[in-house]
């Protein structure tokens, strides 16, 4: 069956423009995380969705930052007026349910801030 | 807070054991995870053990969890070059659903 999709796959922008990242979770997955990869660092985590509960929104690293989940499944992650410090490789990642697992990732949009 | 700390790479030879270390400092974990990452690629859930568990052995993949020390550990037996990737250990809390992910470990398998 299909995987966790992510797109775009790259996204080159420049600084103080708006982004918009799209992930679509496996059918039926209720739990979607959204992580933030840079170059030599682990996984930050950024936002989690479960179901219709209000997103743990903890990690995200500033207002500028947003996500939300149309009903319960595609996601988008915007980035207002992007920064240098933006890019990295986003990945996208769901699972059955709120028990942590076993996470199914997307491959990723690597999003470059020029 | 927590705190889960891997080495940044290790270098083995093709058909030899690797032997990935982790420590993690959150005393109330209840799962351990080990992801694999493969050149532009996301992470590939390789395997995860209960806090309650010293051991679980998975074809060429053993891992050994030393709760006493916060001590995980990932063996390949005869690894391959295709075992070449970053290798992620993760832990997750009891009523926490967010894993705290270490940095990574780059497996390089030489022929």
């Known amino acids: 069956g299909a995987g966790v999709s992510q797109s775009p796959s790259n996204k080159v922008t420049e600084k103080g423009k708006d982004v918009e990242l799209r992930c679509d979770p496996i059918s039926g997955h209720t739990a979607l995380y959204w992580y933030r990869q840079s170059l030599g660092q682990g996984l930050e985590f950024l936002i989690y969705f479960q179901g219709n509960s209000a997103p743990d929104k903890s990690g995200l690293p500033s207002d500028r930052f947003s996500a939300e989940r149309t009903g319960g499944s595609v996601s988008t992650l915007t980035i207002q007026r992007t920064q240098q410090e933006d890019s990295a490789v986003y990945l996208c990642a769901s699972s059955l349910g709120p028990e942590i697992y076993e996470q199914y990732f997307g491959p990723g949009t690597r999003l470059t801030v020029t | 807070g927590e705190d889960v700390e891997q080495s940044l790479f290790l270098s083995v030879r093709e058909g030899d054991s690797s032997v990935i270390n982790c420590t993690y400092t959150d005393s109330s974990s209840t799962y351990l995870y080990w992801y694999k990452q493969e050149p532009g690629a996301g992470l590939q859930l390789l395997t995860y053990?209960?806090?309650?568990?010293d051991m679980k052995q998975d074809q060429r993949l053993t891992v050994l969890l030393n709760k006493k020390d916060k001590h995980l550990s990932l063996r390949i037996a005869d690894t391959q070059t295709g075992d070449s990737a970053i290798y992620f250990c993760a832990e997750g809390a009891g009523g926490s659903y967010i894993p705290t992910f270490g940095r990574g470990t780059s497996l390089i398998v030489h022929p």
């Open positions: 053990i209960f806090s309650n568990m």
